[in-house]
């Protein structure tokens, strides 16, 4: 199996996924957030200049976006599902929010250059494949300012989860790499968009959580691949099974 046609399957999956499950955010899913997370959104923020213009990348439903835009900035959110787009615009719309505003795009194709003072991007990372990784670090350094925060989470690695699960996908034939967690994905997947999606909530969570792709890099290759995009890292922690960056951008 050619590598390259499989991880263009998986992102397309993913994206189907998300369209599918649009209609539960705000209802069942993608409402609170937990404690590691605000602390780091408040951390972020408070590296900002007041009415800084802000990137949601991956920004789904809009979770995150009622912080950014209650703290006086401006927010562009961008998501490649267009699906979950509309549930964003729906729970935020334009009329009561013209500080916030929505458009389709993957991060693998931003294209904004200096634009914003800051970047966010949660919970996201985690479905990039090592090959896009240091592609979309880049278009997060472009896109920002000199000097430029990019708050973003990454999936915490688990060395005995990762060689089982490259072990097993190695084994059903599968082309990956190890930190990829995909053995359940296809099974799991159709299973999901079988459901209705108010109904997904019902599925095991370890069930859930597999039926989208998953990478589980390391830190070290984390801080590399930051640092070769032109970041400083500034602080970084682990919580609610996430590892926490806050980078600046060099310049």
């Known amino acids: 199996m050619d590598r390259n046609e499989w991880l263009n399957k998986v992102r397309s999956q993913a994206e189907k996924l998300y369209d599918h499950g649009a209609p539960a955010y705000w209802v069942n899913m993608g409402m609170s957030i937990d ?25 789904g439903a ?124 296809d099974e799991a997947y159709d299973e999901a968009m079988s459901m209705d999606p108010l109904e997904l909530k019902k599925l095991d969570y370890d069930r859930l959580d597999h039926t989208v792709y998953h990478y589980h890099p390391s830190i070290r290759q984390v801080q590399a691949w930051s640092e070769e995009a032109g970041f400083v890292v500034e602080e970084e922690a682990r919580g609610e099974g996430y590892e926490h960056f806050l980078l600046r951008k060099r310049g």
């Open 35 to 59: 404690e590691s997370h605000r602390q780091f959104i408040e951390k972020f923020l408070g590296r900002l200049e007041a009415n800084s213009i802000l990137l949601d990348a991956a920004c």
């Open 62 to 185: 809009g979770r995150f976006d009622g912080m950014l835009i209650d703290a006086g900035h401006s927010v562009i959110g961008i998501d490649q599902s267009s699906g979950v787009l509309m549930r964003a615009r729906e729970h935020y719309p334009q009329k009561s929010f013209p500080q916030l505003e929505y458009t389709q795009m993957g991060l693998q194709e931003i294209t904004f250059q200096d634009k914003f003072d800051g970047i966010i991007c949660m919970d996201a990372m985690e479905h990039i494949c090592p090959e896009d990784w240091p592609v979309i670090l880049k278009n997060f350094q472009r896109a920002l300012k000199g000097g430029g925060m990019l708050y973003m989470t990454v999936d915490a690695e688990n060395e005995e989860e990762d060689r089982e699960a490259f072990e097993r996908a190695k084994a059903m034939g599968l082309p990956v790499v190890m930190g990829e967690i995909v053995y359940e994905l």
